[in-house]
């Protein structure tokens, strides 16, 4: 998205009132599963400021999409929308967008805790 819009690019660098002017919602999809080697495999923003690190939660609607790996919310304590799709086919992707869009809404329950046993994740 960044590359293709460099005045939204922009404007994540100038603050978040110059993103609210630009965007009403900002959505994260990853697709990071964990392996067998890397079981706890980890988000990392870009070098070297981690400019795209959400630092603009709380003034701007933000959405994460975890499409492999369930806890991903540990490196994101503070996100107010996490959504755990668990698999990066096709059909769950659509799935995603349909309800984001409210055509259709979320439903169960997490076979794990998203929370990662971290209390600050609650807030």
């Known amino acids: 998205m960044f590359e293709q819009d460099t005045n939204l690019y922009a ?3 100038e603050g978040a009132g110059a993103v609210r002017q630009r965007a009403d919602l900002v959505i994260y999809a990853a697709n990071l599963p ?4 890397k079981p706890t495999l ?3 923003w870009s070098e070297p400021f981690g400019e795209n690190l959400p630092w603009f939660l709380h003034e701007l609607p933000t959405v994460f999409v975890s499409f492999a790996n369930p806890y991903q919310l ?9 959504v755990n799709a668990y698999l990066a086919s096709e059909h769950t992707v659509r799935a995603v967008v349909t309800k984001l869009v ?5 439903e169960g329950s997490s076979p794990v805790d ?3 046993g971290s209390w600050d994740a609650w807030f």
């Open 114 to 116: 998203p929370f990662c």
């Open 42 to 44: 980890r988000l990392e």
């Open 74 to 82: 540990y490196d994101l304590p503070r996100v107010p929308v996490y």
């Open 11 to 13: 404007a994540f660098m």
């Open 102 to 106: 409210g055509a259709s809404s979320f």
């Open 34 to 37: 964990s392996a067998n080697l």
